[in-house]
């Protein structure tokens, strides 16, 4: 199972992007789809998930800015980030429990896309 994620960029504090995230592979299922983002010099931390029914969680840092979705069909979490700031700057991670065969559920991660807010 592979997650390849894209979207990352340099944009400007106060405006927009969208991060995409897609699994391939053998996949049964997938349930939880989410992203995490590493800054410089600090540790990865959990910025959205999102269930298989679409519930969502979200960082206090980001909630009212960033909206995650996915598109179960596609096998494809999003992240839309509007007015972003330049603490948003990291990388970006997706990150995704899937079930593989009927009995076995393992984590994947993505690469990871750099995100740069210019201030």
């Known amino acids: 199972v592979q997650l390849q994620a894209s979207g990352g960029g340099l944009v400007q504090a106060g405006g927009s992007l969208r991060l995409s995230c897609a699994a391939s592979?053998?996949?049964?299922?997938?349930?939880?789809m989410g992203w995490h983002r590493q800054a410089p010099g600090k540790q990865r931390e959990l910025v959205a998930v999102?269930?298989?029914?679409?519930?969502?969680n979200y960082a206090d840092s980001v909630k009212g800015r960033f909206t995650i979705s996915r598109d179960n069909a596609k096998k494809t979490v999003y992240l839309q980030m509007n007015s972003v700031k330049p603490e948003d700057t990291g990388v970006y991670y997706c990150?995704?429990?899937?079930?593989?065969?009927?009995?076995?559920?393992?984590?994947?991660w993505g690469q990871g896309t750099l995100v740069t807010v210019s201030s």
């Open positions: 990150n995704s429990d899937v079930r593989v065969t009927i009995w076995t559920m393992r984590n994947y």
């Open positions: 592979g053998t996949i049964y299922s997938i349930n939880d």
């Open positions: 999102i269930s298989v029914n679409g519930i969502t």
